[in-house]
């Protein structure tokens, strides 16, 4: 038996705001682009990266939504992000950029699930509103297995055709503005 329902994305959701970030940002028209898209769904996906520590206790939730999940990770995220990449490759102002508005994607789309002002308060900030993102049903602290379980229950899985038709529309729209400002340009 499935637990709460809770309004955030998915993986999936995160991966397609994130690709329209980088879209968006002039990705399709820069050498490397693929790197650079998947830098994207990575940096949109980096907060929860928070359960790989509750795997490895079997309690996948157990540091989840906390220091990840707030101002004080996306800084901390982007700082790390801006440092690496001043060796890693000449666009580092791009490589931030992109770092910080992809992980900052994330944090929008969990909203209200978020602690804005961690450490300072382990609370939710209130918010009035929330973003459209699949109503995943799980139940709190429960192991790897139970939580792996939900995750591809026919009930979540359900949810992800209603995160596509909300984000990948804007995706595909950014897709055809930036191609077609390229075309002009050329």
Not at 27 to 53: E, H, K, M, S, T
Not at 156 to 162: Q, S, T, Y
Request: hydrophobic share 50%; no cysteine.
């Amino acid at each position: 038996m499935l637990g709460v329902g809770i309004t955030v994305a998915t993986t999936i959701g995160h991966a397609l705001v994130g690709m329209t970030v980088a879209r968006s940002m002039g990705a399709g028209g820069i050498r490397d682009q693929w790197f650079w898209y998947a830098f994207a769904i990575f940096a949109a996906n980096a907060p929860d990266l928070d359960l790989v520590p509750g795997f490895l206790i079997n309690d996948p939730a157990y540091f989840h939504r906390l220091a990840s999940h707030s101002l004080f990770g996306l800084l901390t995220f982007t700082g790390i992000v801006f440092v690496a990449a001043r060796f890693l490759t000449d666009r580092h102002v791009y490589m931030t950029t992109l770092a910080s508005i992809g992980y900052a994607s994330h944090l929008v789309l969990d909203m209200p699930w978020i602690p804005w002002l961690w450490p300072l308060t382990p609370e939710f900030v209130p918010v009035s509103w929330a973003p459209i993102a699949a109503n995943i049903q799980t139940t709190p602290g429960g192991d790897v297995a139970t939580l792996i379980g939900e995750l591809f229950s026919a009930t979540n899985l359900l949810e992800i055709p209603k995160e596509v038709a909300a984000y990948l529309p804007p995706l595909l729209i950014s897709w055809y503005l930036t191609n077609l400002s390229q075309e002009r340009a050329a």
